[in-house]
């Protein structure tokens, strides 16, 4: 599982924030040396996965003598990847019961997610399309870019590169609004972490009724696919169009009705996986 939700397009970033700052766990793997440091990463993206492949499902607790010996790794690149996961909302920590794998997110939390991106996003791209400088136009356009190569891919991976896509250009439109604190707090809600997390748990069948499961199926497929008119890239466009030719009203508008039309699309998925909890 390839799915980085991290910034790939601005690395330079005016905060000095590069992919691995934001994230406890690696900023110490970064300074125990390279070697380690590879060695973490790939510890973390292996637990990552299984993770997402539920092979540790959600609310499962975590053995990490079980952990080690299954991935031939040692227990300290194993602590650190749970504690880069726990800050990604993947992994909770419990005093005394020691690492277990969140659940997916409820109904409730789903909608206080798109509800303060809908505070704080449409801001953000006001204050890009006033701010925008000739290297923020050009990663907006390298973006989206990026997102029409993606609709090549094949329909998993496509629903993977659009998810990945979908995360660098908020993330890249929440840095250029040139407010940190913001920037940080778009970042720590993980939010198309959790998107995609819900997607696999429906693909694997694990959300109840077949009839609901091609439901939200067909949402993400709508949503990122090419055969229904590519909705989120021409909306990403829109946006980017509106920041870009430094129209802040539009561009403030342009992403209130992209995200509004994400919540309406994304919260059946949600809805059906809550269900299958209740169960
Ligand atoms: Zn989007």
Redesign the pocket.
Known sequence: MGYDYRNKVTDDSDFKLGDDSLNRGSAQAVKSGPRRSVLSDETYEMVKAMVFSHEIAPGQRVNIDALSIRLGVSQTPIREALARLESDGLIAKEPLKGYSATNLLTVKEFDDLFKFRLLIEPWAAEQAAKNVDAEGKAALKAEIQIAKEALKFDDDGKIEAMTEH?AR??TLITRMSGNENLYHAFERTHCHLHLFRLFVANQKNLISGQDRTQFVQDLFEKYYQSGSGQL?IK??QA?AKAIITGDPKMAKQNMYD??ES?LKRFSPAAVAAAAKIEK
């Open positions: 979908d250009f908020h989120a909306q990403h946006i992209h995200i994400s």
